[in-house]
């Protein structure tokens, strides 16, 4: 079987041994990014992505949980991506190689942009019904779903995974917003990847989605969901910031605390300490939606203690260096009462 990593792959069908094959084997059996339709009882189908982070892997292991549960034939008809086999091989986000494979769904010339294009003309083909991407975090976090509009019905369709809803239009490259201009789209945070409650979480909801008529599943779910957030800033850090955390700090750049990923989705007060700082030119950074420094928003620097200025709600609070020089060291959250 010949790879290629950043070419998409049409399968007629899913092969049956995926059912059983690991995340990091499936290289043995697909040779890239693949799509595929698993023909259900009814359609429109559902689009569901996962593996778009090769080592967040609930999405890939509650897919194959439900398609031994229904014998390879679910109640609704499936548009399934998996997405970067390669990365799920090294049991990483993203190779040092390659772009993010959920920063490449806003255009461009490259490779992964050309097949992320590839992807949506596929999806917007079968006219999903909704569309669904399932992800792990790498800190503590609850389950929660994301939104990128707040139009009702995806409000409502993320209000039956999680009474938390998180409501982002940044990073606007990723697959959730591209999908969200062929039909309501929502994006699952199912906890750490791999843990079972996360994997059945999913299960549970994509069985909803697939069971429901499109009036009930867009329709109020009969519970309140009171924790809407909304992101309003990206934390960064310099990529030659040395980074450590709790007594771990000799020679570290920035000394985060140790419950550093514990304040997810909790209120943090004006004056908490997040951490110490060795060097200014490694401070972390603040950007708001529109790409504008407003670190001092939000942080400062007393004593060489890093506090806030302000209280906000942190998510995706990590303690894993490398996704965070990958990616980010967490957002600001700010509550978002939605209009009724």
């Known amino acids: 079987m010949t790879k290629s990593p950043h070419r998409l792959h049409y399968l007629e069908q899913l092969p049956c041994e995926i059912l059983s094959t690991s995340p990091g084997e499936l290289g043995r059996i697909l040779p890239g990014p693949s799509i595929v339709y698993i023909e259900g009882e009814r359609t429109p189908p559902l689009f569901v992505s996962v593996l778009l982070h090769g080592n967040e892997v609930t999405g890939f292991l509650a897919i194959q949980q439900l398609l031994r549960q229904a014998?390879?034939?679910?109640?609704?008809?499936?548009?399934?991506?998996?997405?970067?086999?390669?990365?799920?091989?090294?049991?990483?986000?993203?190779?040092?190689?390659?772009?993010?494979?959920?920063?490449?769904?806003?255009?461009?010339?490259?490779?992964?942009?050309?097949?992320?294009?590839?992807?949506?003309?596929?999806?917007?083909?079968?006219?999903?019904?909704?569309?669904?991407?399932?992800?792990?975090?790498?800190?503590?976090?609850?389950?929660?779903?994301?939104?990128?509009?707040?139009?009702?019905?995806?409000?409502?369709?993320?209000?039956?995974?999680?009474?938390?809803?998180?409501?982002?239009?940044?990073?606007?490259?990723?697959?959730?917003?591209?999908?969200?201009?062929?039909?309501?789209?929502?994006?699952?945070?199912?906890?750490?990847?791999?843990e079972s409650s996360g994997t059945e979480h999913a299960l549970q909801y994509l069985v909803q989605c697939l069971e429901a008529d499109e009036t009930t599943l867009f329709s109020p779910p009969g519970k309140a969901h009171h924790d809407v957030f909304h992101t309003v800033g990206r934390i960064t850090v310099p990529d030659h910031a040395e980074l450590a955390f709790g007594t771990e700090c000799i020679d570290a750049d920035i000394c985060f605390r140790s419950d550093f990923d514990l304040l997810n989705f909790t209120r943090v007060a004006s004056g908490t300490m997040l951490g110490t700082l060795r060097s200014y030119e490694s401070c972390p950074k603040v950007l708001d939606n529109g790409e504008n420094d407003v670190t001092k928003t939000y942080l400062d620097v007393v004593d060489d203690e890093i506090r806030t200025t302000r209280h906000f709600i942190p998510a995706m609070f990590t303690l894993d260096k490398r996704v965070i020089h990958q990616d980010c060291l967490g957002y600001v959250m700010e509550p978002y009462p939605l209009k009724t």
């Open 71 to 194: 014998d390879m034939k679910p109640p609704r008809s499936i548009l399934l991506f998996i997405g970067n086999i390669r990365a799920a091989e090294a049991d990483v986000r993203a190779l040092d190689d390659e772009e993010d494979f959920n920063r490449i769904w806003n255009g461009g010339k490259g490779k992964q942009a050309r097949m992320a294009a590839e992807v949506l003309r596929a999806v917007a083909a079968r006219k999903p019904l909704a569309c669904v991407d399932i992800h792990n975090n790498t800190g503590t976090n609850p389950h929660y779903a994301c939104i990128n509009t707040t139009q009702a019905a995806t409000v409502n369709l993320a209000a039956r995974f999680s009474d938390t809803i998180v409501y982002f239009t940044e990073p606007h490259e990723v697959i959730s917003i591209a999908c969200s201009r062929i039909a309501p789209s929502v994006t699952l945070e199912c906890g750490i990847s791999g």
